[in-house]
């Protein structure tokens, strides 16, 4: 994990240093006056904070404007989450949001309302990767699932906690594939990672920026890719759906949010800033290589992609009964 950290926090390095806000309902001629601000709901190094700053790096040159990056990390991203729902819509305050922006709703209680946050622009993904220890007799996905099926009890998958990236792997892998699985959750994704490089559990799915190091270095063994498309960085990793597992889709995201009622134009132009930003050369090459896809695209695109997340999460809260205290 310290390797990971190092790549991480060079990367940030990398980027420029870029880091106010009181609601208003309309666009101000003379914007951005002041610097904006952006939130990151995670701790500084971590894979949302690397694409953060590279999004607001490209803003800050789109705009030709002062951002500044601001971490607000706690309570599985609620706590930065729940500033920027209450902060003034004005055009001065975003949010790096993840796939919490979405679940955390459903499975936990929040202060803030869905509908208290608009989708602005996708930055970027880290897909999944399933994994299991390095001395596991597993060939692929498919072979686990099968083996996981014929064992007595079920084979012992690790996960970050209730609602995160894993748990909803899981929660796929058993409602929808028949996976015998027993879930065995951590405080953290590192510790759940630990966890399978120590044999304690059969397999996890953790973000591609923090596995691949490990498995390059035979510390673990990759059995699936969990997004549409196999990893840039790790091509010769099939995709779950590949391996006959269609509706496994996870990813590890960002984006970027803004409380509800900012003008639209401001919105535009912010995700004009994420696009460009997610097509500078520099950054398309310093990110897949870390194992990151950088996206961009249009509002349109982003709010498209929250509506489908939204419906394909909520399903499997359901159909697992994922809560808080699960």
């Known amino acids: 994990?310290?390797?990971?950290?190092?790549?991480?926090?060079?990367?940030?390095?990398?980027?420029?240093?870029?880091a106010v806000a009181p609601r208003i309902a309309y666009a101000d001629d003379k914007w951005?006056?002041?610097?904006?601000?952006?939130?990151?709901?995670?701790?500084?190094?971590?894979?949302?904070?690397?694409?953060?700053r590279a999004a607001?790096?490209?803003?800050?040159?789109?705009?030709?404007?002062s951002v500044i990056v601001e971490n607000k990390p706690g309570a599985g991203a609620v706590i930065g989450t729940d500033y920027v729902a209450r902060a003034d819509n004005d055009g001065?305050?975003?949010?790096?949001?993840?796939?919490?922006?979405i679940s955390n709703s459903m499975i936990r209680k929040v202060q803030y309302k869905d509908s208290d946050l608009v989708p602005v622009a996708m930055i970027g993904l880290a897909p999944s990767v399933i994994i299991a220890p390095a001395s596991s007799p597993y060939k692929d996905l498919k072979d686990f699932v099968e083996a996981s099926k014929k064992s007595r009890g079920g084979l012992h998958f690790s996960t970050a906690g209730t609602g995160s990236t894993p748990h909803f792997v899981e929660g796929i892998l058993t409602t929808d594939y028949g996976a015998k699985l027993d879930l065995v959750p951590y405080k953290s994704g590192s510790e759940s990672v630990s966890a399978v490089i120590g044999g304690q559990v059969d397999a996890t799915s953790?973000?591609?920026?923090?596995?691949?190091?490990?498995?390059?270095?035979?510390?673990l063994k990759a059995l699936a890719c969990t997004w549409s498309e196999r990893i840039k960085?790790?091509?010769e990793l099939s995709t779950a759906a590949e391996q006959g597992f269609p509706k496994i889709k996870i990813a590890h995201w960002a984006g970027v949010h803004a409380p509800k009622g900012t003008p639209d134009d401001i919105l535009d132009k912010i995700a004009a800033g994420v696009d460009h930003a997610m097509k500078d050369p520099a950054n398309v090459k310093r990110l897949t290589e870390l194992g990151i896809e950088p996206v961009g695209g249009t509002r349109a695109e982003f709010v498209k992609f929250c509506d489908e997340e939204r419906a394909r999460l909520g399903a499997v809260v359901k159909a697992t009964g994922m809560r808080q205290d699960s």
């Open 1 to 18: 994990m310290d390797i990971v950290r190092r790549r991480l926090n060079a990367a940030a390095l990398g980027l420029a240093s870029i």
């Open 32 to 52: 951005p006056s002041k610097p904006i601000r952006i939130i990151v709901p995670f701790a500084a190094g971590g894979a949302n904070d690397l694409l953060g």
């Open 56 to 65: 607001a790096e490209g803003i800050a040159q789109y705009l030709k404007a």
């Open 92 to 101: 001065y305050t975003f949010l790096i949001s993840g796939a919490g922006v």
């Open 206 to 219: 953790e973000a591609s920026i923090v596995v691949l190091p490990m498995v390059r270095a035979g510390k």
């Open 233 to 235: 960085a790790y091509p």
